[in-house]
């Protein structure tokens, strides 16, 4: 965050109400302590192979929202240590997605690359000092020499090479002399230690991969539990806020800090539950599978749970912040229901979004008793929750299109739309009854004949009542839209938990349904590309970059309800 450091006013505001979770509640206890003096310095540290999905936004909330308020800095550091999966289309995506969302990093951004040269000679030091050597075994012989929890390992013959015979080796590795795969570096810990990463982890690799950054300089690149909590001592963060997995990793981390650097100064980890969601994969390597397979049009597709899917659909960052500050900061695993950040979205947008009329699947109306020619402009409110976005005028006339779901030739008790003989109020302006069913020769409904009340037009005090309101577009000013309803991805509630299944077995094949020719009122014609509405009646709606001069095209963000819970509901008998 681009804030000064204030170690005076540390303290967060007394007036806030949310009770501090377990990692503020450290933090405040350093700075009380006065540790670090008193400074508070966090890092968003993403590894640029893939799109940044909704659980790193809560990360990033997370260590941002943190460094804000403890009037601290954070940093964003790319942990490119593997050239293989990594692209420069993710590091500007990633920059891309922060900002969104609201937030800035401090000074330039990091990459873990930046410090090669470092890890490096400590890298040395540490086989000078007798703790890392060459090994020259493949890595499926390394896994299988590691043991299991409940059973020691096996060292490596190559294990007590001489400090010289290792550095020698080294340096021929860097320079290019081996074959991917051929040698290692690892360090020596100990292969009896109940901790796993304990048993002299792999620190280098050889890979003749050229690197976004670095080029052809280096064919050995470090591992990423080698490299992340030195990146982190070199920049001086306090308070290293990583996701329950790393738990483990956090004596290897601070091993390795302890072989080669003094001092009293290391970097506070603290790990927390990561984000799981239901009806969706959080998995970079399943969210990439969907993409090359084309099971979606892009990493942006609105159905995919990632910030620019997100964004693409029409979420804000205010709904994401309020998500993951609804969330919470958790110590276990546990999964978070969809529906809790649909309701984020649906509770930012009814603030916000103007509501305006489309009619998705429309059936025509000629109103009989209306004047042939005649238009009126009728008033209407751009959102009930907002005043000051005040009204607006829409046309009337004798033709206008409803949907065609609005109306039953024979509907049920509790149907309270339009059918044959009853009655139905246009939103904002008059009476109508149905007269005439108008068929084509197949019997398909064509067109509605209706009367109108005139005495009943909004807001000239009439006192009739009716049971129904319907939305509706005057058919000579109507505008042709395209309009995508996207749903869930998946149908299946844990679709990555079926361990005898593949998960994309799991696809919802109703994701997506395009409907063409839909009708949207004329006022329409000036939305731009991330425009939010509501389309009356349906649910809310963004404008998509799919859009050119004279054809809008609409993406549906989430419905006025929760559809889902209804189905969820029914299929368990309640």
């Known amino acids: 965050m681009q804030n000064t450091m204030n170690t005076e006013n540390n303290a967060p505001n007394a007036a806030e109400e949310r009770p501090l979770n377990f990692i503020e509640q450290i933090i405040e206890e350093d700075i009380r302590n006065g540790k670090n003096g008193g400074k508070v310095y966090t890092r968003f540290p993403p590894e640029p192979n893939g799109y940044l999905h909704i659980g790193h936004a809560k990360s990033i909330c997370l260590n941002f929202g943190l460094a804000e308020k403890y009037h601290g800095k954070c940093n964003l550091r790319f942990d490119d240590t593997n050239p293989t999966k990594e692209e420069t289309e993710y590091v500007e995506s990633i920059m891309e997605d922060v900002r969104w969302l609201g937030f800035e990093w401090e000074g330039e951004p990091r990459?873990?690359?930046?410090?090669?040269?470092?890890?490096?000679?400590?890298?040395?030091?540490?086989?000078?000092?007798?703790?890392?050597?060459?090994?020259?075994?493949?890595?499926?012989?390394?896994?299988?020499?590691?043991?299991?929890?409940?059973?020691?390992?096996?060292e490596s013959p190559y294990r007590n090479r001489t400090p010289e015979e290792n550095l020698r080796l080294f340096r021929e590795m860097r320079e290019g002399k081996y074959k991917d795969g051929e040698k290692v570096l690892r360090a020596k810990i100990d292969m009896s230690s109940p901790n796993m990463h304990m048993r002299d982890p792999?620190?280098?690799?050889?890979?003749?991969?050229?690197?976004?950054?670095?080029?052809?300089?280096?064919?050995?690149?470090?591992?990423?539990?080698?490299?992340?909590?030195?990146?982190?001592?070199?920049?001086?963060?306090t308070h290293s806020i990583c996701t329950l997995e790393f738990e483990v990793h956090r004596p290897l981390y601070d091993w390795f800090l302890d072989q080669i650097v003094e001092g009293d100064y290391r970097p506070r980890q603290i790990e927390f539950a990561r984000l799981n969601l239901s009806y969706t994969v959080m998995s970079k390597r399943k969210l990439l599978e969907l993409v090359e397979k084309k099971f979606v049009s892009g990493w942006d597709d609105p159905r995919m749970p990632t910030i620019s899917g997100l964004r693409r659909r029409g979420y804000t960052p205010e709904s994401i912040r309020n998500f993951a500050d609804r969330v919470g900061v958790a110590k276990r695993d546990n999964v978070i229901d969809v529906a809790l950040l649909e309701h984020s979205v649906r509770?930012?947008?009814?603030?916000?979004?103007?509501?305006?009329?489309?009619?998705?699947?429309?059936?025509?109306?000629?109103?009989?008793?209306?004047?042939?020619?005649?238009?009126e402009m009728v008033e209407t409110v751009n959102n009930p929750e907002d005043p000051a976005a005040g009204t607006r005028q829409m046309p009337?006339?004798?033709?206008?299109?409803?949907?065609?779901?609005?109306?039953?030739?024979d509907p049920p008790r509790k149907f309270f739309r339009l059918a044959p003989g009853r009655e139905v109020r246009l939103k904002s302006a008059y009476i109508i009854k149905c007269e005439e069913v108008v068929k084509d020769e197949q019997g398909n409904i064509t067109e509605l004949r209706c009367t109108y009340d005139p005495t009943t037009r909004s807001g000239s005090g009439s006192q009739r009542?009716?049971?129904?309101?319907?939305?509706?577009?005057?058919?000579?000013?109507?505008?042709?839209?395209?309009?995508?309803?996207?749903d869930r991805l998946f149908n299946d509630p844990d679709p990555a938990g079926h361990k005898d299944r593949d998960f994309k077995e799991f696809l919802n094949p109703d994701s997506l349904k395009v409907l063409h020719h839909?009708?949207?009122?004329?006022?329409?014609?000036?939305?731009?590309?991330?425009?939010?509405?509501?389309?009356?009646?349906?649910?809310?709606?963004?404008?998509?970059?799919?859009?050119?001069?004279g054809h809008l095209v609409f993406n549906r963000t989430v419905p006025l309800r929760d559809t889902w819970a209804k189905i969820a509901g029914k299929q368990q008998g309640k």
């Not at 000679?121 to 020259?136: F, N, P, Q, S």
């Not at 009337?396 to 030739?409: N, S, T």
């Open 518 to 549: 839909c009708k949207a009122e004329p006022a329409l014609a000036g939305a731009k590309v991330g425009d939010h509405y509501q389309f009356q009646r349906i649910g809310y709606f963004t404008v998509d970059p799919d859009t050119t001069p």
């Open 465 to 486: 009542k009716v049971k129904g309101t319907l939305h509706w577009v005057s058919v000579p000013q109507a505008l042709d839209v395209e309009v995508r309803l996207y």
């Open 111 to 154: 990459y873990t690359s930046d410090y090669f040269d470092q890890l490096y000679e400590w890298a040395e030091m540490l086989i000078r000092k007798g703790k890392a050597y060459v090994d020259d075994q493949p890595a499926a012989v390394i896994a299988a020499q590691r043991g299991t929890p409940t059973q020691p390992g096996i």
């Open 396 to 409: 009337f006339g004798r033709e206008i299109y409803i949907e065609r779901d609005d109306f039953m030739e």
């Open 347 to 375: 509770e930012d947008l009814n603030k916000r979004a103007l509501r305006y009329m489309v009619v998705l699947n429309p059936l025509k109306v000629v109103i009989t008793n209306y004047p042939e020619g005649k238009t």
């Open 202 to 237: 792999v620190m280098y690799r050889i890979l003749h991969q050229p690197h976004h950054r670095t080029g052809d300089k280096w064919c050995i690149y470090p591992m990423y539990d080698f490299a992340h909590g030195q990146s982190d001592y070199i920049e001086g963060i």
